[in-house]
């Protein structure tokens, strides 16, 4: 698998992608704000795209 692969050559920075319809105040939501959140301190770069608007979510996702 890429994974076992990329940690035999060391720490690779990802670029993760995703994809939402909207980001209002909901569970779904609330996971993935929580899920980018806590990965802050990786090196890993997150990419949200919602397909409505930005949202409760959105708004704190831009100011973090």
């Given at each position: 698998s ?9 720490p690779?920075i ?6 939402i319809?909207?980001l ?11 899920l980018v ?14 397909l ?6 959105g708004e ?5």
């Amino acid at each position: 698998s890429y994974f076992r692969i990329a940690s035999i050559y060391g720490p690779e920075i990802l670029k993760i992608v995703h994809i939402i319809t909207a980001l209002p105040m909901g569970g779904a939501e609330r996971a993935l704000f929580n899920l980018v959140s806590e990965d802050i301190s990786s090196k890993n770069k997150h990419i949200v795209i919602s397909l409505s608007d930005q949202g409760f979510f959105g708004e704190k996702m831009n100011a973090n």
